[in-house]
């Protein structure tokens, strides 16, 4: 009589609940979207008043090369003969409009060298992630299925070896390795300067080279696009991957110890089936949390593997302006990598909501 009386009660109790996922996300979405606007203006204002401390843009980046007056009428034309505060306002306010200024050795608009490099950089990451994911989640697996075998402690340190390994620290060895000794892929950039060509005449090109060599359907394009990107992304995979690996063998073995898998362990599933059909994929779902994380990661490590590569990407050009002191483009590439990463981890962030309600509270 108990347990008849006890399920209408479980049933009463879960009837409300059911509709607190709907709202339980909307606010969820709401807030961690409310969160990219300080996100942004918190970084944006860093980078700003750091810049600042040096000096003012123009004389960092061409004070050597201009007399007194002619530097005092580029700071006057510029506002920077103003103070900080204003300048900051101003900033400010230009951001808000889409605005991010101009560069002050080529007098670039900021938002063109995004339309113009900001590609680059998306395929490098995007070719990366996919690496770190085929590289992680499968030796994550056999870490964890191998738990506290020789198998699996070597897999735990080639895991932190990947991680503390410096970006460009294994991009030039594996220059060394697969394109000075074998041979077998080139040294950098992102393809061959007469695929470029053809790439950049397509109609309505991309600029995403392998997106733009699958739409000619020629093969030569494709495999020289995709030659040249192994080695930098392998180079930038390798950094996530670790993590990757670390963190699915972690959540596996978690997942194992459950009171649900003892319950299929004690019914006969053999081991194999258990990490198959029960652990697998709840322990796939930290590692979506955490991707938004690693892609802002990876945009950081972008500027060092695009300057060992050649990838002329947005982290080359940021490595470019650094070197030439021009810290309103660097002021500008920021904020607008700030802007990305911001967005790249709110939609992150809804993903993980939709899959695993936990998430939400």
């Known amino acids: ?44 204002s860093l ?31 510029a506002g920077y003969d103003r103070p900080v505060l204003v300048q900051y306002l101003e900033y400010l306010g230009q951001i808000f409009t889409g ?12 938002s063109e060298i995004l339309l113009t490099y900001g590609a680059a950089t998306v395929e490098l990451v995007t070719f990366s992630l996919i690496i770190a994911l085929l590289i992680g989640i499968p030796f994550g697996r056999l870490a964890a299925y191998r738990r506290d075998r020789w198998s699996d402690a070597t897999l735990r340190v080639l895991a932190i070896l990947a991680y503390a390994t410096p970006v460009f620290f294994a991009g030039i060895l594996l220059k060394l390795v697969f394109s000075v000794q ?14 470029q060509l053809i790439l950049d005449r397509i109609d309505g090109s991309t600029g995403i080279n392998i997106i733009d060599a699958l739409r000619t359907g020629r093969w030569d394009l494709i495999s020289d696009v995709l030659s040249h990107a192994v080695l930098p992304s392998l180079a930038l995979g390798l950094l996530t991957a670790g993590v ?4 699915v063998r972690t ?22 089936r258990l990490l198959r059909k029960h652990a697998y994929k709840p322990a796939l779902i930290p590692i979506i949390t955490v991707m938004g994380m690693q892609i802002a990661l990876m945009l950081g490590g972008a500027i060092l593997t695009e300057t060992t590569f050649e990838w002329r990407g947005l982290g080359f050009q940021l490595a470019q302006y650094l070197a030439a002191r021009d810290y309103v483009a660097v ?7 700030a802007v990305i990463v911001a967005v790249t981890n709110f939609l992150v962030d809804v993903l993980a909501a939709l899959i695993d309600p936990r998430v939400r509270y």
Request: a positive charge; proline letters at 5%; zero cysteines.
């Open 251 to 272: 959540n596996l073995i978690g997942t194992l110890s459950m009171d649900y898998v003892d319950a299929a362990r004690s019914r006969g599933v053999s081991e194999g």
């Open 244 to 247: 990757f690996l670390r963190l």
């Open 47 to 77: 980078v700003f008043f750091l810049m600042r401390v040096v000096g003012d843009p123009i004389t960092a980046s061409v004070g050597g090369r201009l007399t007194e007056a002619q530097l005092a009428e580029r700071l006057a034309a």
């Open 1 to 44: 009589m108990t347990v008849l009386t006890d399920e209408p009660e479980a049933a009463a109790t879960a009837k409300p609940t059911a509709a607190a996922p709907g709202g339980g996300l909307g606010r969820y979405i709401l807030v961690r979207f409310l969160l990219i606007i300080p996100t942004v203006f918190i970084l944006v």
């Open 99 to 110: 605005d991010f200024g101009r560069t002050v050795t080529d007098n670039r608009a900021i």
């Open 331 to 337: 002021q500008g590439i920021v904020a607008l990598l």
């Open 182 to 195: 074998l041979g077998w892929f080139p040294l950098g950039r992102r393809t061959t300067p007469q695929t």
